[in-house]
Structure formats: C-alpha cells, structure tokens
T-cell receptor
Framework: AQSVTQLGSHVSVSEGALVLLRCNYS??????LFWYVQYPNQGLQLLLK??????LVKGINGFEAEFKKSETSFHLTKPSAHMSDAAEYFC???????????FGTGTRLTVIP | NAGVTQTPKFQVLKTGQSMTLQCAQD?????MSWYRQDPGMGLRLIHY???????DQGEVPNGYNVSRSTTEDFPLRLLSAAPSQTSVYFC?????????????FGEGSRLTVL
C-alpha cells in the first residue's frame, strides 16, 4: 500500500533556527508528493508539491523540500523559523495513476521565542 | 472566493442519531473526498468521488454513506452515530482525479458523539 512516514510527531525549534521536518515514502515508482500545513482550527493548505519536474521544490512562506529517490525521502526545510510557522505539517502521497492522497500522521512544529 | 464550504462547523450527537455533513465547492472540481482527522492518526480517507454519480470507498468507510448527484455537492451521512465517530471531518476537492492535482480543503466540521 502507498504510504508516507513522518518521523517525529513533535518538533521544537528556536526562532531563527533551521526547520527540518522528515517524510519518507514507500514506493518503487516515484509518486506525487505534497506538504500541507494546518493552523489551529483551520483546514489544510498546500505548502508545496513534487511533480517530477525538479527535485528541489520551493513553496510558500519560505519552505522548500528536496526529493531524494535514493533515500525515498521528501523532507521539508526552512532556513529560519518564525513564530508564525507554529502549526501542524502533513506529508501526503498520491501514487502515479491513482485517485487519492494518503497522509502521514503529522508533525507539530513549536517555535520557541 | 468561497472554495470548499462545510456545514455545520460544530455538532453534538447522541449515540444512534443520524446526521448529514454538507460539503459544497464552487471550483467545478470533478474530484471530491471526505477525510476524518484524529489525534496521532493524521487524515484518513472515508469516501471519495471522481465525478457526479460516481462514489467509492476509502480507508475507513464503515458507518458512513455518500452520494454525488451534482458536481458541486458531496454530503456525508452518518447512519447511526457512535462515539468512535467523534472526530474532525474535512471535505476536499481537486481539479484533477489523478496526477499532481492538489486537494483544496474546507475548514472542517467538528463532531462529538455522546
């Protein structure tokens, strides 16, 4: 079954520090990969997505992710954390030719002033 | 820009009651879906539709029904509510039924079953 694994249900960083949220997928064929962010009491909104056009994908709010086929990873990074980045982040995958997105269990990011 | 609209935002039910969560989108998207979100479990797919008149089951369909009579609407029905259905429910739509099309989410409906 197509799945993603997010390592670390909670991550804390200091304001201004590097943000690294991990996502690994299980598939022999590179799928479509997505990162979503959820602010408290809101729906999910797209940060970025991988569509095979480029391995380094830039998203909104200064986030980016790098697709590494050899590591089956799609980790999300941001060079300098801001207080407004505090939220829950979800990695999601859609297998090539399939309809549905499947989500990881999420990582809650806390930013410490 | 309304996007995906869900109603109600909050609902409390007693065990055994039935109800319908409404979802409407104004983006002419063919694909629509329902997820439930539970702590530590991420989002799990309940049902989905790739067009009017077409629905299919997701990962956790038991206890839920859906229909898709129009492109815009995709209601989710709880037939006989159980405490295990206490959750936050999200409706989402996409312009593409396959490939790189991302999902657009509603703001969620928080359901408590007593």
């Amino acid at each position: 079954a197509q799945s993603v694994t997010q390592l670390g249900s909670h991550v804390s960083v200091s304001e201004g520090a590097l943000v690294l949220l991990r996502c690994n997928y299980s598939s022999s064929v590179p799928p479509y990969l997505f990162w979503y962010v959820q602010y408290p009491n809101q729906g999910l909104q797209l940060l970025l997505k991988y569509t095979s056009a480029a391995t380094l994908v830039k998203g909104i709010n200064g986030f980016e992710a790098e697709f590494k086929k050899s590591e089956t990873s799609f980790h999300l990074t941001k060079p300098s954390a801001h207080m407004s980045d505090a939220a829950e982040y979800f990695c999601a995958v859609r297998r090539t030719g399939a309809n549905n997105l499947f989500f990881g269990t999420g990582t809650r990011l806390t930013v410490i002033p | 820009n309304a996007g995906v609209t869900q109603t109600p935002k909050f609902q409390v039910l007693k065990t055994g009651q039935s109800m319908t969560l409404q979802c409407a989108q104004d983006m002419n998207h063919e694909y629509m879906s329902w997820y439930r979100q539970d702590p530590g479990m991420g989002l799990r797919l309940i049902h989905y539709s790739v067009g009017a008149g077409i629905t299919d089951q997701g990962e956790v369909p038991n206890g839920y029904n859906v229909s898709r009579s129009t492109t815009e609407d995709f209601p989710l029905r709880l037939l006989s509510a159980a405490p295990s259905q206490t959750s936050v429910y999200f409706c989402a739509s996409s312009y593409s039924t396959i490939g790189a099309g991302e999902l657009f989410f509603g703001e969620g409906s928080r359901l408590t079953v007593l």
